[in-house]
T-cell receptor, first 114, second 113 residues
């Protein structure tokens, strides 16, 4: 089984709807991240969490919220989806130990807001 | 502001040829630099990591170089294969603080038969 899983993998929703993207990991890592990827813009950080009690905004957090339900679970919510939130969303994890901080990415969720 | 710039934005080469991708960064103080490979529709996967004291590191047909003085890195791909078609992302982490990495926008490589 994959170390970092995301559900759903694809989602089409309408403007104004609330939607939740879920991420689970079996790597035992403390840190988890949510990114969005748009063509030509690369990966941009939405939120990150260093542990269950620590949540931090990234560079593009407006319109999003997150919940760290457990060490292994980190959810991203769009309270009222809008078309410019159409993008590919990635969850990632990394380990606090050592200096390498390699990030392990999930397979992505393709979200379309119509 | 920490920034990572990659060039070229896209590249098309023939199978079997070599190519070099470039990464310039302004992240300071420097901790490490990673190159990730992202296949279409998938999450990025780490190819190499380089710290301040390392100049060259290889991973099969991939060789990364780092010049910490000029804040430049390159990724050289030797004898390209069709499976090398992907986006290659340069990611730089700063030392101290939260260690949140800064991502480049990537170079899209297409290898034609």
């Amino acid at each position: 089984d994959a170390d970092v899983t995301q559900t759903p993998r694809n989602r089409i929703t309408k403007t104004g709807k609330r939607i939740m993207l879920e991420c689970s990991q079996t790597k035992g890592h403390d840190r988890m991240y949510w990114y969005r990827q748009d063509p030509g813009l690369g990966l941009r950080l939405i939120y990150y969490s260093f542990d269950v009690k620590d949540i931090n905004k990234g560079e593009i957090s407006d319109g999003y919220s997150v919940s760290r339900q457990a060490q292994a679970k980190f959810s991203l919510s769009l309270e009222s989806a809008i078309p410019n939130q159409t993008a590919l969303y990635f969850c990632a994890t990394s380990d606090l130990r050592g200096i390498s901080y390699e990030q392990y990415f999930g397979p992505g969720t393709r979200l379309t807001v119509t | 502001k920490n920034q990572v710039e990659q060039s070229p934005q896209s590249l098309i080469i023939l199978e079997g040829k070599n190519c070099t991708l470039q990464c310039n960064y302004t992240v300071s103080p420097f901790s490490n630099l990673r190159w990730y490979k992202q296949d279409t529709g998938r999450g990025p996967v780490s190819l190499t990591i380089m710290t301040f004291s390392e100049n060259t590191k290889s991973n099969g047909r991939y060789t990364a170089t780092l010049d910490a003085d000029t804040k430049q890195s390159s990724l050289h791909i030797t004898a390209s294969q069709l499976s090398d078609s992907a986006s290659y992302i340069c990611v730089v982490s700063a030392a101290g603080g939260s260690y949140i990495p800064t991502f480049g926008r990537g170079t899209s490589l297409i290898v034609h038969p």
